[in-house]
């Protein structure tokens, strides 16, 4: 199963399974946005992301890592 940008929980979760030790409150935009994307199963354009996709994939990480 490839990731899309429009799969928010899933991303969420695989960074919080690859990034234990990174506190999802701490990174910022460019950041998340180059996790996201270096994900082993994430296969989508990086300009199909946009700030609101970013918040949605942050806030769930951080529901995740609680």
């Known amino acids: 199963m ?3 940008w429009v799969d928010v ?3 969420a979760i695989q960074l919080a399974e690859a990034h234990p030790e990174v ?3 701490t990174v ?3 950041r998340l946005r180059q996790m996201a994307m ?3 199963d994430f296969d ?3 300009e199909r ?3 609101k996709v970013l918040e949605a994939i942050q806030a769930l990480w951080i ?3 609680d």
């Open 38 to 40: 270096d994900l082993p």
């Open 9 to 11: 929980q899933e991303i």
């Open 23 to 25: 506190d999802p409150v």
């Open 44 to 46: 989508d354009a990086p």
């Open 28 to 30: 910022n935009f460019p």
């Open 2 to 4: 490839s990731l899309k």
């Open 63 to 65: 529901e995740e890592a």
């Open 49 to 51: 992301c946009g700030e």
